[in-house]
C-alpha cells in the first residue's frame, strides 16, 4: 500500500509541471472577425464575415506546439451587407442554419514554421461534414495590458477550403461559361484573446 501511494505521488507531481505551463486564452468576440471571400460570377470577389464566435485557446508556455484551439463560429451571424444574399446563404442552398447552427475548428497538431509563424492543423466541421484543414498562423504576439489590468494578445490566420467538400454544392451556369459562385473559400480570422483568470 505505502508503495502504491508513492507511486501515486509521484505521478501527480510528475503532472503538475506540465498543467502548470498551460495558460487559458479566452477569444474575445468584441474584437476579432472570421471574414471570407468567394468568387462571383467569374470577375469579382464578394467578401463577408460571421460576426459570432467564441473560443477557448490553450496556450503552453513552454513549447507552443503543445498549445490547443478550439473554436465555434454562429453560422446564422453570416454578413455580407445585402440582407437578400445573407438570407439565401442561411437557407438550406447553403448553409441551412436551422440544421446546421454552427460550425467548430479542434486543433489536432501545430507546428512551428518560422518566427512567430504555425501551422495549426485540426478538424473543421462545417453542413454536419468534418475535414481536416490547415490555419497558417502569425503569432500569438506578446501579452499586453487593457484599460482593466486584463492582459490580451493576439493572431492572424488564413486558409483555403473548397465548399464542395462540406456539402455546400450549390450553384447556376452562366450563359457565358462559368459559373455563378466559385467553389474556393479563402478564410482570415484575427483574434484577440484575454488571458483566464
Not at 505521488?9 to 476579432?32: E, G, K, M, Q, R
Not at 473548397?162 to 484575427?190: M, P, S
Request: charged share 25%; net charge positive; no cysteine.
Amino acid at each position: 500500500m505505502r508503495h502504491l501511494l508513492a507511486s501515486i505521488s509521484t505521478i501527480i507531481a510528475l503532472s503538475l509541471p506540465a498543467l502548470a505551463s498551460a495558460t487559458v486564452w479566452n477569444i474575445d468576440p468584441d474584437h476579432s472577425s472570421v471574414g471570407f471571400k468567394v468568387r462571383h460570377l467569374m470577375v469579382s470577389n464578394v467578401r463577408g464575415s460571421f460576426d459570432k464566435q467564441s473560443g477557448v485557446v490553450d496556450i503552453n508556455d513552454k513549447d507552443i506546439t503543445k498549445s490547443k484551439v478550439n473554436v465555434t463560429i454562429d453560422t446564422a451571424s453570416i454578413n455580407t451587407n445585402v440582407q437578400k444574399r445573407d438570407e439565401h446563404l442561411r437557407g438550406a442552398d447553403f448553409f441551412d442554419v436551422a440544421k446546421y447552427p454552427t460550425m467548430t475548428f479542434v486543433s489536432k497538431k501545430i507546428v512551428r514554421t518560422g518566427k512567430d509563424k504555425l501551422q495549426v492543423t485540426g478538424d473543421l466541421t462545417l453542413h454536419g461534414i468534418t475535414k481536416e484543414v490547415v490555419l497558417d498562423v502569425e503569432g500569438p504576439t506578446g501579452a499586453s495590458k487593457d484599460l482593466y489590468g486584463n492582459l490580451r494578445s493576439g493572431a492572424v490566420a488564413s486558409t483555403k477550403i473548397n465548399r464542395k467538400d462540406f456539402g455546400l454544392v450549390w450553384n447556376k451556369a452562366l450563359e457565358t461559361g462559368g459559373v455563378a459562385v466559385g467553389e474556393e473559400i479563402t478564410i482570415n480570422l484575427e483574434i484577440e484573446m484575454i488571458k483566464g483568470k
